[in-house]
């Protein structure tokens, strides 16, 4: 094993997750942070949270230093993982929120208010008492935001919270969320690899790749310039003669019998005028839009970045 041991020797690299990040979120804002997988959006979150120490720089959430006070930082957030679970899994929903409510030490008014409100808003009674391992992917999820929600924070870190859900779960979802940044002024930062997440909650993102900040500000400029071209698929009732649509589209379609495939550029169009289009033109019998995922928005921005760097 000695001799075998002077044949090879470990290589040590050193990596910076998150660099040059540099960012300020006012209350009440709901703010989309957005990257691929290995981006360092995690790694900031736990940098906010107080679990990691940046090596340089600071982090001030509220007017705390998240490591050094971690006691008190806890109190002021609430965090969802939306492929883990804060809840107790061999024990009822309610017992979980019980455990919660002595934890942060919540006035049992308030308590009793915030189940009841959450509940009416997410549909979690219909399964309060049932052990957590019994649940469905969408249950635990419900459950989960209630849990992290519970003694009033003021900030809340939602990571992929509609992963895996389906359409009418992640629209209950999305609608709670709203509503406690409304009522409760909570400050929401998301983050999330489903632009339907960011079309219905956000106004502001802030994209990060390689560890770097690359983008902070408007939603709908970033979509606009870099989401390059969604695809609007429509199936009518009679074909529609090729004449017609290139007159309408020149070569941005193409066609499979009844169906029709329209790259939509948002330089030049915008998928409601092509399914108005289409609406006068024929009996239509189903539309789909495939947008631009958001991998293909942040390479798109990323290789903006590189000929700018280039062209410098």
């Known amino acids: 094993m000695g001799a075998f041991k002077d044949f090879v020797a470990p290589r040590y690299e050193q990596k910076d997750a998150v660099n040059e990040v540099s960012f300020s ?67 009822p929903v309610i017992e979980t929120y019980k455990l919660m409510q002595y934890i942060y030490k919540i006035p049992k008014v308030r308590f009793e208010h915030n189940i009841r409100q959450f509940a009416d808003i997410l549909g979690i009674d219909e399964f309060v008492n049932t052990p957590v391992r019994q649940l469905s992917l969408g249950q635990r999820m419900r459950a989960d935001l209630c849990a992290a929600l519970l003694h009033d924070p003021e900030i809340i870190y939602l990571d992929e919270p509609t992963i895996g859900l389906d359409v009418d779960v992640k629209e209950r979802v999305r609608g709670f969320i709203k509503e406690v940044n409304r009522s409760r002024e909570t400050t929401v930062i998301l983050t999330t690899h489903d632009t339907s997440d960011l079309d219905k909650l956000c106004s502001r993102v802030m994209v990060i790749d390689q560890g770097t900040l690359m983008y902070d500000g408007d939603l709908d400029y970033l979509k606009k310039n870099y989401s390059g071209h969604d695809i609007l698929t429509v199936e009518t009732e009679n074909e529609l003669p090729d004449g017609l649509l290139a007159g309408r589209f020149g070569d941005a379609f193409t066609r499979e019998g009844r169906k029709c495939h329209v790259r939509v550029s948002p330089e030049t169009d915008s998928s409601a005028e092509c399914i108005a289009w289409f609406l006068g033109s024929a009996t239509v019998k189903d539309i789909q839009i495939r947008q631009t995922e958001i991998d293909e928005v942040i390479r798109n921005l990323y290789g903006s970045f590189k000929e700018t760097e280039r062209g410098s």
Not at 33 to 41: D, T
Not at 57 to 65: A, E, N, P, W
């Open 25 to 91: 979120i006012d209350k009440g804002e709901i703010v989309g942070y957005i990257g691929p997988n290995g981006a360092g959006k995690s790694t900031t979150i736990k940098m906010m949270v107080g679990i990691l120490v940046p090596t340089s720089g600071t982090v001030t959430i509220g007017g705390l230093v998240p490591f050094e006070n971690r006691l008190e930082n806890s109190r002021r957030i609430g965090v969802v993982f939306g492929q883990r679970t804060q809840l107790w899994w061999d024990i």
